[in-house]
């Protein structure tokens, strides 16, 4: 949901009703469009629950450890590594076997014909299973709950790899990037996320982009695409604006929806369910890091001035604290300072929907 609210000033009309009910229906929608990351991950989890891949073999591939059982002959039963080359050596059989790329099932078959064509056994039974996979690595990187290099024993979904993740973490922005090589077309899955863009750079690989709103709400399965061994899977951060105060309703921090995305005071108020009835809103201040000086700069914010149209709304950066205290509060400056330090200490961080 787009909560932004464009409205085309004419400065020689007044339109103060007009700016009143834009931002009450952007307080409205704000209200009803925010969780916190603990929400987002609880969804995760029960969608992954329920929808999982089809099961299927996974190829074997270069460095996993099988397992061949012969049926009744022991002695040519035994665990073998798949070399850098995608093969194996066996007693009695000659020469190196391929065998990357090719499923459990498929090996026993292929065995079973060897041992038959070299006149080991006449009519074998085979049994083939891994029992290490190193060859089907997924890496999951960015703002996420626990980065971790995942290894595809079956089908695997999207949602499913963020849940082993621990999910999103509350910097998280607002779209998953899923980075693969590019597959030959009988591969390539048959549906493509209808919000999703591929590119294929000199480096032959492709890019996948899904917004997560998609993912989780949408309900349309080809945003859960399946995810392969060599893809990279990352959540890149976003900005956190904080709106504190005993003046707001709902104190805490707001994920901006895309790294770079416009924020003013009067959307950070609305995402924050607005005013209390005793804040002082012209009283307000933005507190940003000095990267010359190290320190918090204090930025007066006078709110009431900006609703009447008689200041500019303030635009806000990535980690600015908007402080907006309440009657009650004598000493402004002191209340920053100790909202600032409430920023490290567990506030609740919101992303709009």
């Known amino acids: 949901m787009d909560l932004t609210v464009r409205v085309n000033w004419d400065w020689k009309k007044p339109s103060l009703v007009l700016l009143l009910v834009a931002y009450c229906c952007l307080s409205t929608s704000a209200q009803q469009a925010t969780q916190t ?7 995760i989890q029960e969608l992954a629950t329920f929808a999982r891949a089809k099961p ?5 591939g270069v460095g996993d450890l099988i397992h061949i059982d012969v049926f009744d002959v022991p002695e040519l039963s035994r665990d073998v590594r798949v070399s850098d080359t995608g093969d194996i050596g066996y007693p009695l059989l000659p020469g190196k076997i391929a065998v990357a790329g090719l499923t ?3 090996l026993e078959d292929k065995f079973q014909q060897l ?18 996979q190193n060859s089907q690595p997924i890496s999951v990187v960015g703002a996420v709950g626990h980065p971790i290099v995942y290894q595809v024993l ?36 048959a549906v493509k996320p209808a919000s999703a863009t591929d590119a294929t750079p000199a480096s032959n690989e492709q890019t996948i982009t ?12 080809a945003f859960n695409i399946q ?15 904080y709106v504190m105060g005993a003046g707001i309703a709902q104190p805490g921090g707001y994920v901006l929806q895309a790294h770079g995305e416009q924020i003013t005071v009067l959307k950070a108020i609305a995402l924050a369910h607005g005013l209390t009835g005793f804040a002082k809103a012209n009283d307000a201040v933005i507190m940003r890091n000095n990267p010359a000086t190290g320190q918090r700069d204090s930025i007066p914010v006078h709110i009431k001035q900006i609703e009447n149209r008689k200041a500019n709304d303030v635009a806000m950066n990535a980690n600015d604290i908007l402080y907006i205290p309440d009657s009650a509060s004598k000493k402004v400056l002191a ?6 330090i409430g920023i490290g200490t567990g506030v609740a961080v919101y992303r709009s929907n």
């Open 37 to 43: 990351s603990q929400q987002t991950n609880q969804k």
């Open 56 to 60: 299927v073999d996974t190829p074997i």
């Open 104 to 106: 459990p099932f498929q």
């Open 115 to 132: 041992l038959v064509a070299n006149g080991l056994v006449a009519h074998p039974q085979v049994s083939v299973f891994v029992r290490e």
């Open 154 to 189: 079956r089908p695997t979904t999207l949602l499913e790899l963020l849940a082993q993740a621990g999910g999103v973490a509350d910097n998280a922005g607002s779209v998953i990037l899923v980075t693969r090589k590019a597959r030959p077309e009988s591969e390539s899955p």
């Open 210 to 221: 899904i917004r997560l709103q998609d993912l989780l709400e949408s309900g349309n399965p």
């Open 227 to 241: 995810v392969y061994g060599g893809d990279v899977v990352s959540v890149p951060q976003a900005g956190v604006v």
């Open 335 to 340: 209340r920053t300072g100790e909202a600032a």
